[in-house]
């Protein structure tokens, strides 16, 4: 449909899951995507895709908390590129299951800086473009243990629920400038992070009789990225004129059910 044509899109940890997903389709939407990975292979490989696609690849290879490296890529964008009209903060790690009893404060840290300040850093970075520009879209990617919890991940609760604060704070820093800033928070996806000591997460009995037999989730199913990157391609777009400073929940609905 063309409805990022011409607009310089920037993904972070594009190569697979809701990156690669988010990356491809901003891909068939025309725009020109810079795809940031820490991963050669996959980087490569999403990469490929696109070019399949007919439509042309950005790879960078990047680990989001080397911000000297983060800091030269987004200045080579700019140079190569001319502008940088939306950044997808997606990158992220789901530590193994934790809690505040067996953790430690390595840990912790190592979990907040790619999920969280890692996202302050990439927006810092490209605000001063968008602010040139008079315009952008920052878009994070959040979740819905950000506001509920499993109770064995407190790190990444945290970092994902700080995301949530940060965007609101960022919409209103930002909004004079016309930059719009927003979040999605996905619920169970069927991503490599849901994969958990070998094991897919969504095909678990307990998952598949609680979840989806007494339909929790009542869509009665897992998610996937495609469930996800067309409500990104929307916050992306010029059909998102108005929003700044929301969260969209999307997770088949599990947050409805008691």
Not at 31 to 41: K, M
Not at 83 to 101: C, H, K, S, Y
């Amino acid at each position: 449909m063309g409805l990022l044509s011409r607009k310089v899109c920037l993904v972070t940890g594009a190569g697979q899951g809701l990156g690669r997903s988010i990356s491809l389709e901003m891909a068939r939407e025309g725009a020109e995507v810079v795809l940031l990975e820490r991963n050669a292979t996959s980087l490569s490989s999403v990469s490929a895709e696109i070019e399949a696609l007919d439509h042309k690849a950005h790879p960078y290879l990047l680990d989001v908390t080397d911000y000297a490296r983060y800091e030269s890529i987004i200045g080579e964008v700019i140079a190569k590129l001319g502008r940088i009209d939306v950044l997808v903060n997606n990158a992220a790690i789901n530590p193994a299951t934790r809690t505040i009893l067996n953790d430690t404060l390595e840990e912790w840290r190592q979990s907040i800086a790619i999920n969280l300040e890692a996202v302050y850093m990439g927006s810092k970075l490209v605000a001063p473009q968008m602010v040139k520009q008079q315009s952008g879209r920052i878009i994070h990617v959040a979740s819905i243990q950000g506001f509920a919890a499993s109770g064995d991940c407190g790190s990444y609760n945290a970092a994902k629920g700080g995301i949530i604060a940060y965007t609101k704070s960022m919409a209103v820093e930002l909004g004079r400038y016309n930059i719009l800033v927003n979040a999605v928070a996905p619920g169970f996806m069927a991503t490599p992070m849901s994969i958990v000591n070998g094991v897919e997460e969504a095909t678990t009995p307990d998952f598949l009789e609680w979840y989806v037999g007494r339909r929790k989730i009542p869509l009665g199913r897992t998610g996937y990225p495609e469930d996800v990157s067309g409500s990104v391609i929307f916050l992306a777009s010029d059909y998102c004129r108005y929003m700044t400073g929301q969260l969209l929940v999307i997770d088949g609905g599990l947050m409805s059910t008691f």
